[in-house]
Nanobody
Framework: QVLLVESGGGLVQAGGSLRLSCTAS????????VGWFRQAPGKEREFVTA????????YHADSVKGRFTISRDNAKNTVYLQMNSLKPEDTAVYYC????????????????WGQGTQVTVSS
């Protein structure tokens, strides 16, 4: 059984930082690209950032460029999302997802999903 578990969410003031983790089990993690998506109340789930299977490629949504950094540690089966300079509009449930090898930006491209972790940024 494949499991993706997000952690690290919470409440932070605007301008602050959080680091999210996504830890996987039940799959050959080093063969999978991992993406982060987020969903705010009343909105569709949107792409945030992704990293390829070996960490060689990353891609960010324009809204988070320069503020969010994605990285991975395949020895720990974990992908990290470092979020700096957080804004109230970053408030959402953040989900990690996995697909084989290359980066995708659409939810339909990802096979496995975590349950999500809440990030709330207060103004």
């Amino acid at each position: 059984q494949v499991l993706l578990v997000e952690s690290g969410g919470g409440l932070v003031q605007a301008g602050g930082s959080l680091r999210l983790s996504c830890t996987a089990s039940g799959l050959t993690f080093s063969s999978y690209a991992v993406g982060w998506f987020r969903q705010a109340p009343g909105k569709e789930r949107e792409f945030v950032t992704a990293i390829s299977w070996n960490g060689g490629n990353t891609y960010h949504a324009d809204s988070v460029k320069g503020r969010f950094t994605i990285s991975r540690d395949n020895a720990k089966n974990t992908v990290y999302l470092q979020m700096n300079s957080l804004k109230p509009e970053d408030t959402a449930v953040y989900y990690c997802a996995a697909r084989l090898y290359s980066i995708g930006v659409l939810t339909s491209e990802y096979k496995y999903w975590g349950q999500g972790t809440q990030v709330t940024v207060s103004s």
